[in-house]
């Protein structure tokens, strides 16, 4: 399954705040701000939760862990308030009686909450960073990256590596029953006296505040429509996809800020498995799209197939999503989007990749609509 790392620090002693949280089995992020970056991307996060995910929590340089999303009800996220996923501020008096958890007057800004338990327990001492990235560290991608933002996404093989090392370094604990938080439901029964159904997280809310005419305003946007409709299998250009991420880092070590991040990235697995036997790279674009793009796009390509297919090109699939194309788009694709590769060797096997789709969307009724503009085969034509 995938993990999420919950940054935690402000004012208050963070390890009161882990606990707190821990005890409740509850999380949300404090949202200080309307700007498109932390707000759609942290929703966009928040959408792609599944029951079933690792939940971690950092603070001063160590990780505390292990617990696992649950459904309360529907789902295991929800808004907090309705409307909570409008890009406009609200008054604490004007949302009191639609919380699902009182923050008191700082409420509007806990917009989303998660609800988990102990996988198997919350421990109470943390590890250290640097012990955490030198077990198993070719696995860990997202952790090296971990800067300037509230919480981060990791894939499943990063997951397991960090699950591995809490269980591992807290036997002791798990055998004995000491130095572990303690659990309560008194939270997630309080949330599920709620008619729970008018609190399911979705990015139409936030559309309607980001969009002009037909288009949105802002790419971060669109990432958050993109993941939601792929984790609900309305891209159907696309097909189904079991984990879904955004901002997924796909460039060597350097400093953070400047670092290639896929727009959107997934995984599909075997039936009945959780073996991965397809990869989606997704570069979108709010306006047009243009040849720069294409070249950026299969630049992810050539990066997850090396560090996540092991070579096999035909493990991946790849899209762009823009509003619109460039007029000599079709030619430039033509001329490069191709990948000639070898597998096997008794006997070898050459393979070819072309497998790019272009996608036009557009804002339609409350939500984005998707048409399949890729050039047909030139054999075809």
């Known amino acids: 399954m995938a993990g999420y790392v919950f940054a935690i620090g402000g004012n208050s002693n963070p390890l009161d705040v882990i606990r707190d949280c821990a005890e409740k089995g509850v999380y949300s992020t404090y949202i200080n701000s309307l700007s498109p970056t932390p707000f759609e991307g942290t929703l966009a996060d928040y959408m792609s939760m599944k029951p079933g995910d690792n939940i971690y929590f950092f603070c001063k340089r160590k990780y505390y862990g292990v617990g696992e999303l649950v459904s309360i009800g529907l789902d295991c996220k929800y808004c907090n308030y309705h409307d909570s996923s409008a890009i406009v501020n609200f008054d604490y008096n004007d949302i009191r009686d ?9 409420s509007p800004k806990y917009r989303w909450i998660c609800t988990f338990k102990g996988s198997p327990y919350f421990f ?4 250290d960073t640097d012990e955490i ?20 996404k990791l894939g499943d093989e990063e997951n397991d590596s960090l699950k591995e090392i809490f269980l591992l370094r807290r036997q002791r604990e798990i055998q004995t029953q000491t130095h572990i938080f303690n659990e309560s439901d008194d939270t997630h029964d309080l949330i599920a006296m709620h008619d729970l159904g008018e609190y399911i997280i979705s990015p139409k809310a936030m559309l309607q505040y980001c969009t002009v005419e037909n288009k949105v305003r802002h790419e971060m946007a669109l990432e958050a429509a993109v993941v939601y409709d792929l984790c609900h299998d309305n891209i159907v250009q696309l097909g189904h996809w ?3 991420s955004h901002q997924v880092i796909a460039s060597p070590f350097k400093p953070i800020d400047y670092m290639d991040r896929i727009d959107v990235f997934a995984t599909r697995y075997l039936p009945n498995t959780k073996l991965p036997c397809k990869y989606l790279v997704a570069e979108l674009k709010k306006d047009m799209a243009d040849n720069d793009t294409i070249d950026q796009v299969l630049k992810y390509v050539d990066w997850v197939c ?45 393979k070819q990749w ?28």
């Open 306 to 350: 090396k560090e996540y297919a092991y070579g096999d090109y035909e493990a991946i699939e790849a899209c762009i999503v823009a509003a619109e194309y460039s007029n000599d788009i079709t030619e430039y694709y033509y001329d490069v989007v191709q990948r000639f590769y070898t597998l096997g060797s008794h006997p070898i096997r050459n």
């Open 133 to 152: 990235l030198t077990y198993k560290p070719n696995t860990f991608k997202m952790l090296r990256a971990f800067w300037k933002v509230s919480f981060i």
């Open 98 to 106: 639609d919380l699902l958890l009182d923050y008191g007057e700082e």
């Open 124 to 127: 109470e001492d943390g590890i």
């Open 242 to 244: 079991d984990y879904v």
């Open 354 to 381: 072309n497998s790019l789709k272009l996608l036009k969307y557009a804002y339609v009724d409350g939500e984005i609509c998707y048409t399949d503009e890729t050039p047909m085969n030139r054999n075809n034509i």
